[in-house]
């Protein structure tokens, strides 16, 4: 069992609140990504749970245990940091046996788990090989041989792959998913990019400012997202929000906007008087002649496999992801409208999704 519980975490550097009242679970054997810009707590919430930094309130249970005040060398986790150092003067499998050797493991045992460990993430050819020339994916491959080795209970990995270019890390986000799929180590890994955490997690915290905003599948975060902040933060371009000002009964279907008539899902609940906005994701939006809904085109951005068309209506620009094959002119009026089932509403003062 390797259960993470953050309960009610918190952490201030002096006045400063880095960490603000935190509490979630990461189930044995799931991956959690912590999402957020810089400086929202991200690094600071792993690190409490790695023990290199001691939390201001709240606790923190392994497996059932509870190690808020244990040290780090007490928690059997291992950390990847982003900037790793191998041991240059060492070839691979030195550098990958080096957490076994340092704990007194029998020789051949160690042997055998580097062997083990290496095919696992398929560097078994270079096992004898100097890590100094090794290129930034395979260097990535042996630092992450070395943490799994030990075959601790979890991992915590910080922008692991931060430092790699684009290319090298769309294959090491493929192999550090499927390799979790193969161990089942429960993983907390921080991100601020959303097409990572999106591609590997079983559940995604987005922070900000300290807060958890939402916690859940990126799936739920992506259709269902919490505030207007995590609407905006993950899909690219991000979800657009059209505003209006309005009171609206329970069981209202429709939201006037710009004085057009908008479907949208049934309102579960009366909303009070006020500034409101509807969320709509670039791909639920549809150019149709007989929408009163209006706008000039104002730029097309080809994509090859679809195309991202901005509109400029009276509520300010709105984004489309719409078919390649049409090709738009600028100035160009067209009617929106939108699949009324996947749209969203808000309360702009709050921020918050309106269920
Ligand atoms: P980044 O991706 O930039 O590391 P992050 O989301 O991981 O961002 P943290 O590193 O957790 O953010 O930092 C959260 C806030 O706490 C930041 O404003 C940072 O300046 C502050 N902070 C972190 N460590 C300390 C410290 N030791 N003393 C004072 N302030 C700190």
Redesign the pocket.
């Known amino acids: 069992m390797a259960e993470i519980r953050v309960d009610h975490l918190r952490k201030a ?2 006045d ?1 609140v ?2 603000q009242d935190s509490s979630f679970t990461v189930e044995d054997g799931e991956f959690l990504a912590l999402l ?10 792993l690190r409490m749970i790695a023990g290199l930094e001691l939390p201001t309130g709240g606790g923190i249970h392994l497996g059932g245990d509870d190690v808020t005040y244990k040290r780090a060398s007490e928690r059997d986790i291992a950390f990847v940091f982003q900037l790793f150092a191998l041991y240059p003067h060492m070839n691979v499998r030195k550098n990958i046996g080096f957490p076994l050797l340092s704990q007194g493991v029998p020789k051949a045992e160690i042997k055998r788990r580097v062997e083990e460990t290496a095919k696992l993430l398929q560097i078994d050819h270079i096992l004898d090989k100097s890590v100094s020339g090794l290129a930034g994916g395979d260097r990535q491959r042996v630092a992450l041989g070395r943490a799994i080795v030990r075959r601790p209970k979890c991992f915590l990995m910080d ?1 692991p792959l931060g430092t790699l270019d684009a290319e090298f890390r769309d294959v090491m986000v493929r192999e550090l998913r499927e390799l979790h799929n193969r161990i089942h180590a429960t993983t907390v890994y ?1 991100t ?1 990019d959303q097409i990572e955490a999106m591609a590997m997690a079983d559940k995604i915290a987005v ?1 900000n400012h ?1 807060i958890i905003e939402q916690f859940a599948t990126p799936r739920e975060i992506y259709n269902r997202p919490a505030s207007m902040y995590v609407a905006d933060f993950i899909g690219s371009p991000p979800m657009n929000f059209l505003r209006f000002s309005a009171g609206l009964p329970k069981g209202a279907r429709i939201a006037r906007i710009d004085g057009a008539d908008v479907q949208m899902p049934e309102l579960r609940a009366d909303v009070a008087p006020g500034e409101l906005a509807l969320g709509v994701r670039p791909e639920h939006i549809r150019f149709s002649d007989a929408s009163p809904l209006r706008g000039a085109i104002y730029g097309a951005e080809y994509l090859g496999t679809n195309q991202i068309v901005t509109v400029e209506t009276a509520g300010g620009l709105v984004r489309a992801r719409l078919p390649a094959e049409r090709s738009y002119r600028i100035g160009d009026r067209v009617g929106l409208s939108f699949v009324a089932d996947r749209l969203s509403l808000f309360d702009c003062r709050s921020g918050r999704a309106i269920p």
């Not at 957020?36 to 919430?45: D, W, Y």
């Open positions: 550097f002096g400063f880095a960490v957020g810009p810089s400086g929202c707590g991200k690094t600071t919430t922008e921080v601020h922070m300290g």
